[in-house]
Every structure is written in C-alpha cells, then in structure tokens.
C-alpha cells in the first residue's frame, strides 16, 4: 500500500470531489458503509476473483472481518435491510478506498480509490443509459480526453449457452475466460463439455466482432446470433441502450465489443469499460446485475451501477498532460516583524481567510529577511509584513514577490486588493 504525499493526495481529493460533485447533479445520494465487514457477507457475495484477494482478520472480539474489496457488497447488504422500503429507483453513490491483495503494477495497488454509482429497481434501458450518461458527464467534467466506452452484453454469449443448455457454473467458468481473453481456451472447453459444432461456430464469429460503428454491429450480432431467441432478446435491449446515447452532448467515443466479459460472475446485461488510447488499462467499469440482490434479500431488485477508480483517472490524466491543478490565485504569508505581532498577525490572517484566501502565518521565529527567501522558494505570491507602526495605523506592508514590489495598505482594503484579477 502506497503513502500518498501531497500533490498525489491533492489529485486524488480532487477527481473524489468531481465524482461526488456528478453523483449530486444526477440525483444520487452518497452513502458511507464501514471499510471492515463480516467476512461472510464479502465471502458469499463478492465475485470470485475478490475473494480470493481479500485481507482477512481476526478482531478482538474473535470476529473474521475483512477489509472490503468493492462496495457492491457493502451497498446490497444495505438494500436488504434499512434501504429495502425505501422507493424505488433509489440512487446511491460512495466513495472510498477498497483492499485487494492484488499483484502491485503500474495502475494496480492494494489500496486503491473507487467511486461507485447504483441505480437499483429500474430494469429499463434508460436507467442503463443513465449511468453511461453519467460516467461520460463525469470523465467529461475532469477534462479528460478522447475516451473510449468499451460496450458488451453478457445476455448474448450468456444466452447461447443457455440455449445450448450449459448450467449457470459452466457459463461463468466460460466467462471467465473470457475475461482474461483467452478464447481459444474457452472454445476448447465448450468443445471438450460436448457443445454442438453450430454453438462453437456462432461464439467463434461473436468473439471477433469489435466495431466503432454501433448500428453496423448490432445488425452483425443479429445475423450471426439468428438462431438463438435468448441472444437475440440480449442484443435488442443492447440496441435499445445504445439508441438512447445518441444525442449531442454525449462525448464518449463506443466501441463494442461483442466477446467482451467482466469477471464479476454477478452482471446480468449490458457490460463496459472505460479507456483512453494512451494507456491499456481500465479506468472503471460497470454494467448490470438484476439478481445480486436476490442473493441477500430474496427481493428481485434490478440494479445497474458503475465503479469509475480515482486512481487510474489521476494516472490517466496525468498521462494526457491534464494534471488537475488546484486553483489558487494567491498563496499569501504573513510575517511579524516580532514576537508582539504574531497575535495580530493571527487576526490579520483570520480576516483573509473568511474571504476564502489562502494564508499561512510564519511559525519558523524567522527574521523577515530570512521568511521572505523561504517565500520565494515556495511560490508563496504574496507576503504581508506586520510591525508595531503598521499595527498602529491599521495597515500593513504588501509584497509582490514576483515583482518584488511592496507598498503600504490599509487592512480593510487589503481583501479587495489581494482578489482583484492581476493585470
Ligand atoms: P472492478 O471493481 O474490479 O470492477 O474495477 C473497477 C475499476 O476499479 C477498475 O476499472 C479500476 O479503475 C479500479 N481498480 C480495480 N482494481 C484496482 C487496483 N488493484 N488498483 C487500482 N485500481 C483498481
């Protein structure tokens, strides 16, 4: 697990504040759930590839616990219980870190950040669309270029299997697979299980049909996929989502993709990743599990969600040069020309602050030469020197340190002048 230091830690806060910022612009409302749960409740109900990264513990009152691995768990175990009367759709966004044992690399730790978004009792297109809607608003917002929506829809693979009559186990084993992208393997499987030849000639076409072009594609699954009702009912309501992205201000490029498999075993439908060209990761991922709930309450609530990591936006934002600044016009230092006026100098510092400036106040006891050198070197733009004659007036010596101009003011009039745009 990483220390992060300040500029990382800045960036960090400030794509977990845009994230929070879009949940609240499209109606959802954030939840906090403890980051240690029963590991129980994360046993039975995370995916397999979670369970087996999960740090596990004893506490002191003899409990295993865990450290979370997602927040899909901690959200649906919420749904069976104090949320289950609430109406539906209820919108829920949290925010935090999660704990996988996974191998550290470029972009993957063990601790890392993720935004999360679920709508759940609504098994309508719209509310699909709505979350690619709001995944693209918020990969938008951050400044974030020319990426790419990754679109798959595990009804169609899912239903050819079932029509082929594969049990539920055999198809997540299939999809898997799929996950890693190991096709060939996941043929070979399907061929050793007995699958028809038809079968395996339909997944062979499907697994190399990726297309830009929405329209051209779905009219390509169609046709390959003719035989088989269930697919066919997958890629109509994968038409149906995709026909609600086209408008205007929709800025993601698709890209779909018709063999594409998340490892969760739990998603029900539609399936995507988000990807900039200039890396070959994830940024997040999402899609739609209609009986997760089921698992924990009985209660058939559909949901669809999306799991944006914080981590990764930073990575690639930095990638594309757009490393989120945070804005500060002015950062000003105050400097007591004695020990008298470090108190004033409080005062002084308060007053700027309730205008919304950035001030620190010198606590090093340097004489003002000395704290004016330390200013420049640490991009401080504005020093205010205070003294026992500047007190008696009311004002207080303003310096420029780019220009290395200073002059006199008055206090009251110093806010107006700090915040005035600079020539
Ligand atoms: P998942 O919860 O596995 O669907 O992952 C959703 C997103 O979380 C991924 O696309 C990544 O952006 C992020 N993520 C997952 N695992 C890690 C990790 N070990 N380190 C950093 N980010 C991760």
New binding site residues.
């Given amino acids: 697990m990483r220390d992060l230091l300040p500029d990382k830690a800045e960036r960090l806060r400030y794509i977990e504040q845009a994230a929070r910022e879009t949940a609240y612009l499209h109606g959802y409302r954030e939840i906090i759930t403890p980051i240690v749960e029963h590991y129980e409740l994360l046993a039975a109900k995370v995916g397999e590839e ?1 369970r087996k990264r999960m740090f596990i513990f004893e506490d002191l009152g003899g409990r295993k616990v865990a450290l979370r691995p ?1 927040f899909t768990a901690s959200v649906a175990r919420l749904m069976a219980t104090k949320l289950v009367a609430d109406p539906k759709p209820l919108r829920l966004f949290s925010v935090g870190s ?1 704990y ?1 044992y ?1 191998e550290p690399q470029f ?4 601790e ?1 950040w ?1 935004a999360n978004y679920e709508l759940f009792g609504s098994n309508k297109p719209e509310s699909d669309a709505e979350i690619l809607i709001l995944t693209d608003n918020l990969l938008n917002e951050i400044g974030l270029e020319n990426y790419q929506l990754k679109i798959g829809h595990v009804g169609i693979i899912k239903g050819i299997l079932t029509e082929e009559h594969f049990s539920e186990d055999k198809q997540n084993s299939i999809m898997q697979l799929l996950d890693k992208k190991e096709w060939e393997t996941a043929l070979n499987y399907l061929q050793q299980e007995g699958c028809t030849q038809k079968c395996l000639d339909t997944l062979q076409k499907i697994f190399n049909i990726k297309s830009k072009d929405p329209i051209s594609t779905i009219n390509e699954i169609t046709e390959v996929t003719s035989d088989y009702t269930i697919a066919l009912r997958a890629i109509e309501n994968l038409a149906e989502i995709l026909n609600l992205l086209e408008f205007e201000n929709f800025h993601a490029k698709l890209l779909l993709d018709a063999g594409f498999a ?3 075993e739990y998603y029900t439908g539609i399936i995507f ?2 990807y900039v060209p200039e890396m070959e ?6 899609g739609r599990y209609d009986k997760l709930i089921m698992l924990f309450s009985g209660d058939m609530i559909p949901a669809v969600g999306v ?3 914080i ?2 936006l930073v990575l690639a934002l930095e990638d594309q040069g757009k490393i989120p600044q945070v804005v500060r016009k002015h950062r000003i230092l105050i400097i007591p020309v004695n020990r008298e006026m470090i108190k004033p100098s409080f005062q002084v510092a308060s007053l700027l602050r309730d205008a919304g400036l950035v001030v620190e106040v010198e606590a090093m006891g340097r004489s003002v030469s000395k704290a004016l050198s330390d200013a420049n070197r640490r991009g401080i733009t504005h020093t205010l020197i205070l003294g026992p004659r500047e007190m008696a007036d009311n004002t207080i010596v303003m310096r420029q340190m780019a220009e290395r101009v200073q002059e006199t003011v008055k206090v009251k009039n110093l806010i107006k002048l700090l915040k005035q745009p600079k020539q």
């Fill in positions: 979670n997602e999660l996988r996974d972009g993957r730790y063990r890392f993720q998340r490892g969760l990743e988000m990761i994830a940024l997040g991922g999402g799991a944006p990591g981590d990764r």
